[in-house]
């Protein structure tokens, strides 16, 4: 019920910065909970951060806490990755996803996400 339109991504050296934005369609955007995931080339799926329904709560890898921020603004429909301090460990394909609300909430897994953006190309430079 819900399409998810990415953009952001990019080229960028180390050290360097990108924000991420994440649209979603239909008038139920709140009902869902967000996540950001990445895929590095020949690599599963990876979590990367979370934001739950009215942004009470988020969720970091560790390889990611402190480096990135994830946001959301209901009224606009949009989900936001914020990166800083960029590694070329990073570049990967980066994709949102949205799980609707039931109540229970295992963020981290991919399997928990029905809707999925096209993903958009991070690479980091030395």
């Known amino acids: 019920q819900v399409q998810l339109v990415e953009s952001g991504g990019g080229l960028v050296q180390a050290g360097g910065s990108l924000r991420h934005s994440c649209a979603a369609s239909?008038?139920?955007?709140?009902?869902?909970?967000m996540g950001w995931f990445s895929q590095a080339q020949g690599n599963e799926r990876e979590f990367v951060a979370a934001?739950?329904?009215?942004?009470?709560?988020?969720y970091y890898a560790d390889s990611v806490k402190d480096r990135f921020t994830i946001s959301r603004d209901n009224a606009k429909n949009t989900v936001y990755l914020q990166t800083n301090i960029l590694k070329p460990e990073d570049t990967a394909v980066y994709y949102c996803?949205?799980?609707?609300?039931?109540?229970?909430?295992?963020?981290?897994?991919?399997?928990?996400?029905?809707?999925w953006g096209q993903g958009t190309q991070v690479t980091v430079s030395s």
């Open positions: 934001i739950t329904l009215r942004g009470s709560s988020t």
């Open positions: 239909g008038r139920t955007f709140s009902r869902y909970h």
């Open positions: 996803a949205a799980k609707y609300y039931t109540g229970s909430y295992y963020y981290a897994s991919p399997n928990e996400y029905a809707y």
